[in-house]
């Protein structure tokens, strides 16, 4: 059984009436609110039944306590201030009428007014709990109503911001219907907003050629895809057309699903203007480089024409200088003496000089033109060298000097132009002998570095050197560093620079290091694949080359050799030279006259010159290969045409082999021989 | 932890320091959650790494940025969300203390997910107690001295808050002895 005391403090609001309704007990707490609600004191002094919905309800008694004892009674207190909802329990002896309860209190705040606090409830009092759950509540909603608050203040600066942006901005629904349409999008389409509104974009707005990108930005933007940058042509109210710069991303609607695309433009239209303008300057500035180029293309044929021009009228007269002079030296014309032959020599060498200027010449041309033909192949180094010694070896002779060479035993061959190489050498060579002292030394030297795979090939002599100020000069063409060394060394004045391009051509490097008064050294680095395992077998087919161009010729008669050359001086020379060598000799003045005499005398060899007047060496080459009995003679083009398309064309028209004039008489002579069929000597 | 906790700390900084403070504490916490939902669960670490940044932003102490937090949950945030509730919790600081141990209890049963700590009240003195604090989450006895410290203010009482125990230490819970009155005055 619970003590009073134990009572009161499980139920602080608690009170007991009797059958004539007095209080026979009170809560501590509800005496504390109720100050009149005193043991004895009539219940109706302070409290009052508050009937919810009820009219003539009847008197709160005893009677009524009986009947409605499982019905919740709300009290109030006769000042309104306080409701007590209660549950009534009956006592029979004696008779009592016991209510448990506690006040009502909806709101913290009432607690408060009711001067309460949370620990006059007894533990068990649901009430607390209410209470806290309330002001839990209460903090949700705030905390909803403060994040609403700050959603709406960001919506709206996102639709300010859309609103007023530079960039047209344009929302569509799921089936491209236009939901947004900024002020941008009104002023660049000239269409406002209430009139774009629910119209479909695609169909108003975007030009039939865009429509196709149009509609796949649209479909990513509705797949939840952002997509970015599709050029789409729109049209405005005035059927223009502006071009735009297109990216999209879905919209979502209130439930994150998507609802549609976002779309920001971007006027590209002033760009495509100025791409177009671009393009057409383009256009334009190419028109004019190709017709410049055209020009320049007429121009460098001009030039190559008046190179093969020149060469054939400086070749054809040093044909006869240096052939008659070499027969006449010969004794091809009767016996000479010790002065004349002199005189001669000295004419043969002025041609000699004369023709190496104007190879010169025309190496240059061909290199500046981009025409220099390499003819790449494994060349052997030892026998470039060699061959290149033994050309200037008299020369050296001539002046006491002495030529070492030093190879190196790991380099066997380079791949390059043969004809090149010994022309870089011997020009180099050349020059040592030209500028070295008598008695002096030229050291010709080969080093491979495996490294680098590079090959030096190095030129040093002993003569007068080059200051470092003079060093600059050395390339520029036609130049000698001092004008006075020209009258002791005379010289073209293009061997260097010529060395110096040829090697640019063959991807090598050339360099100079030079000692005034010691001497000067001239290197060659070349491209080289260092072997890996021994190129021997490359070197003897190198060597054995190099051998066959060095024989000697024989001098037989015996064979017919037709001479076709409008030139007599020429005609005569070959005529001359042949005939002395045991050959038999016919002549013709032009094609047609050559055609007629070789049908008439069969010759075994035809040396045919090209430009010819009536009918050239081509027309008259072509018109004897048409013929089934000349399809097999030998034909030697020879001309003063020196330019490398020249061979070409003398082939084609039916050329068996192809001579430059000035040829070397000796030369013709083995070119013959080893065209005549299986090679008779005469 | 409650996002109310969370809110408490951006308030805290906020208010006292100023609203670049706080942004300067998030970036540097790492945190980019825009508004915290107090009665929402957020993940512990997100409390603790608040309170590191606002530590080395604002160049106090964890230890001192605790204590001002507890306080400033007392006497703002939970003024802010539970004044009335708060203030009818107890007439005095002491009726307030004995309390306390039921209202977490409520707390608890409301949400249960939560987790909240719970206080145990012993030796039960006319101007002292024993306060006993249970939680699972470690390095918090600062903060619940500044929350005694702020209820204190609260109800202008002079309070005297000394740990008896400590968890951080090998004890098995946290343990306070709350003095107030003359002696704590004194």
Redesign the interface.
């Known amino acids: 059984m619970l003590t009073p005391a134990q009572f009161a403090k499980l139920f602080p609001f608690h009170f007991v009436l009797d059958r004539e309704m007095r209080i026979v007990s009170i809560g501590p707490v509800l005496a504390r609110l109720c100050p009149r609600a005193v043991v004895g004191a009539p219940f109706s002094l302070t409290f009052a039944l508050h009937r919810i919905g009820l009219e003539n309800a009847r008197a709160f008694d005893r009677d009524l306590i009986r009947e409605q004892q499982a019905t919740l009674f709300i009290f109030k207190t006769t000042d309104s201030r306080l409701l007590m909802r209660c549950q009534v329990m009956l006592l029979e002896d004696p008779e009592r009428y016991v209510f448990l309860g506690s006040p009502w209190v909806r709101?913290?705040?009432e607690?408060?007014a009711l001067k309460?606090?949370?620990?006059d409830f007894a533990?068990h009092d649901s009430t607390?709990?209410l209470?806290?759950?309330v002001?839990?509540a209460y903090?949700?909603v705030?905390?909803a109503k403060?994040?609403a608050a700050?959603l709406e203040l960001q919506r709206d600066d996102l639709q300010g911001m859309i609103e007023f942006a530079n960039a047209p901005i344009v929302g569509v629904d799921l089936t491209g219907r236009i939901e947004e349409w900024n002020r941008a999008a009104e002023s660049r389409l000239g269409v406002t907003k209430p009139e774009a509104l629910g119209s479909n974009f695609l169909a108003r707005f975007v030009d039939r050629g865009s429509r196709a990108s149009a509609a796949q930005l649209l479909a990513e933007g509705s797949s939840g895809r952002a997509c970015g940058d599709l050029e789409c042509n729109l049209k405005t109210a005035d059927d223009k057309l502006v071009l735009m710069l297109l990216s999209g991303s879905p919209r979502h609607g209130p439930d994150g699903q998507v609802v549609g695309t976002l779309m920001v433009g971007q006027n590209i239209t002033s760009l495509g203007e100025y791409r177009a303008e671009l393009e057409k300057q383009v256009s334009d500035r190419t028109a004019e480089l190709e017709k410049a180029n055209d020009q320049l293309s007429s121009a460098l044929r001009a030039k190559d024409d008046f190179l093969s021009a020149m060469s054939h009228e400086l070749r054809t007269p040093l044909n006869a200088i240096l052939g008659l002079s070499e027969s006449m030296v010969d004794g091809v014309y009767g016996h000479l003496n010790e002065k004349q032959t002199r005189s001669l020599n000295t004419i043969a060498e002025s041609g000699h000089h004369l023709l190496s200027l104007i190879n010169d010449l025309l190496d240059l041309a061909k290199v500046g033109a981009g025409k220099m033909e390499l003819d790449l192949m494994q060349v052997s180094v030892a026998a470039a060298c060699e061959s290149s010694v033994r050309l200037v070896t008299e020369q050296a002779n001539k002046k006491g000097i002495t030529i070492g060479v030093a190879l190196d035993p790991i380099v066997t061959t380079v791949v390059t132009d043969s004809r090149r190489l010994t022309q870089v050498l011997v020009n180099l060579l050349s020059n040592a002998v030209k500028f070295t002292h008598d008695r002096g030394r030229i050291e010709l030297e080969v080093h491979g570095d495996t490294d680098e795979r590079t090959v030096a090939i190095g030129v040093s002599d002993t003569g007068i050197g080059i200051s470092a100020d003079d060093l600059a000069r050395l390339f520029v063409p036609f130049t000698q560093i001092d004008s006075k060394l020209s009258r002791l060394y005379p010289g073209t004045g293009l061997g260097l620079t010529l060395v110096r391009r040829l090697t640019d051509v063959l991807g090598g490097d050339l360099a100079v290091a030079s000692e005034v008064g010691v001497g000067s050294r001239f290197t060659v680095v070349l491209p080289w694949d260092p072997p890996t395992h021994s190129g021997a077998a490359d070197t003897e087919q190198a060597g054995a080359k190099f051998d066959a161009h060095g024989g000697a010729m024989g001098e037989e008669s015996g064979p017919l050799i037709l001479v076709v050359d409008d030139d007599l001086p020429s005609q005569t020379t070959v005529r001359d030279y042949l005939c002395a060598n045991g050959f038999r000799v016919e002549t013709a003045n032009n094609g047609a006259e050559g055609v007629r005499v070789a049908r008439l005398r069969h010759p075994q060899v035809i040396l045919m010159d090209l430009q010819m007047p009536v009918m050239d060496g081509f027309a008259a080459m072509r018109e004897l290969r048409g013929t089934p009995s000349f399809e097999a003679t030998a034909i030697i083009a020879l001309t003063s045409k020196a330019m490398p398309e020249d061979r070409a064309a003398c082939l084609a028209a039916g050329a068996t082999a192809y001579l430059s004039k000035p040829v070397a008489l000796r030369d013709l002579v083995s070119t013959i021989r080893s065209a005549l069929p299986n090679n008779p000597q005469p | 932890m409650y996002g109310m906790v969370n809110k408490a700390v951006e308030n805290l900084v906020t208010i006292k320091f100023g609203a670049d403070k706080w942004r300067a504490v998030k970036k540097k916490a790492g945190v980019t959650i825009e508004a915290f939902i107090s009665n929402d669960a957020y993940d512990d670490s997100i409390t603790y790494s608040l309170v590191g940044a606002a530590s080395e932003v604002l160049g106090l102490t964890p230890s001192e940025i605790l204590f001002a937090f507890g306080e400033f949950w007392v006497l703002h945030t939970a003024r802010l969300d539970y004044g009335d509730l708060l203030s009818s919790a107890g007439r005095d600081l002491p009726e307030f203390l004995d309390y306390l141990p039921s209202f977490h209890i409520r707390v608890a049963l409301i949400f249960p997910h939560l987790k909240p700590p719970r206080f145990e009240v012993s030796d039960r003195g006319p101007d002292r107690l024993t306060m006993h604090y249970f939680s699972h989450r470690p390095g918090l006895s600062d903060f619940v001295k500044g929350l005694f410290s702020g209820l204190g203010k609260m109800y202008e009482t002079p309070l005297t808050v000394t740990q008896t125990k400590s968890k951080d230490q090998g004890a098995e819970h946290d343990e306070f002895l709350l003095q107030w009155g003359a002696v704590a005055a004194a």
Request: charged share 25%; net charge neutral; hydrophobic share 40%.
């Open positions: 709101r913290p705040n607690l408060a309460l606090t949370l620990a533990l607390v709990d209470l806290q759950h002001q839990t903090v949700s705030r905390d403060e994040l700050r």
